[in-house]
């Protein structure tokens, strides 16, 4: 049976209201994984690991819906606006960063468990860094939701602030290695650790970029000089191409 825009509006919305349930999960696991850092609770870090499951099948659930719904209306040449073709492709984009985001946060949990009896304590600062980034992925996971540009532009504009945060801990942390504060063992799990965050913001700025697309059809790359913006040139194209 022939699909009408109508109805694929309809399908790509239900797309989209499960990753607002992907986000929100995503959100959690990653909020969890860095409470256990401070609170070195190894059991709870195995329990989050777990909850990586839910993420990956939800991910193959979506993508499969959203391959499907693109067949359907290829099939039986459904007249798709450029609106509902960016919006299908930011879907499966997201999906797929939101995926990578919550390997990030069971690589971190995996790091915790691996801290064992240790004591040691982190920088005071790990924990504003991590703070930030669980603001900055509940913004991207909104942006989306609400396909809000604005609040995408922020979540671009947060990222230098964790890039702050990392380079102010690896020089704290390289100082008392130096002056034999920090063992070399514990400067390398906290290492593993940030780094892992800063992957996390990376790819909530990917989100970011893809609302902008989304909304706009602006693609956004990240330069020297900072966020650029650049426009899709359509104007071969049609608006309700197939």
């Given at each position: ?19 607002g349930v992907q ?67 930011s879907a499966v ?150």
């Open positions: 049976m022939a699909m009408t825009p109508d109805q694929f509006e309809e399908r790509l919305a239900a797309i989209r209201a499960r990753l986000g929100m999960l995503v959100s959690e696991i990653a909020e969890g994984v860095f409470q256990t850092i401070f609170d070195r609770d190894a059991d709870r870090a195995i329990e989050l690991m777990t909850r990586d499951d839910e993420v990956d099948q939800a991910d193959l659930e979506i993508e499969r819906d959203a391959v499907d719904l693109l067949e359907h209306a290829t099939r039986t040449a459904c007249p798709v606006s450029s609106q509902h073709i960016r919006g299908l492709l984009k997201v999906n797929n960063e939101l995926e990578r985001i919550a390997d990030a946060a069971a690589d971190v949990a995996q790091r915790v468990v691996s801290l064992g009896d240790r004591t040691s304590k982190f920088p005071k600062t790990t924990m504003v860094m991590t703070n930030s980034v669980v603001g900055i992925l509940r913004d991207a996971v909104r942006c989306f939701a609400d396909s809000d540009a604005q609040r995408a532009k922020q979540v671009l504009s947060a990222e230098g602030t964790v890039l702050e945060f990392y380079d102010l801990i690896v020089r704290k942390s390289e100082e008392r290695i130096s002056d034999g504060r920090l063992g070399v063992d514990h400067a390398f799990d906290l290492h593993s650790i940030i780094h892992q965050v800063v992957v996390m913001a990376d790819h909530c700025t990917n989100i970011a970029e893809q609302v902008i697309y989304e909304v706009s059809g602006t693609i956004v790359r990240h330069t020297n000089a900072g966020w650029v913006e650049h426009e899709l040139d359509l104007s071969d194209s049609d608006d309700d191409a197939v």
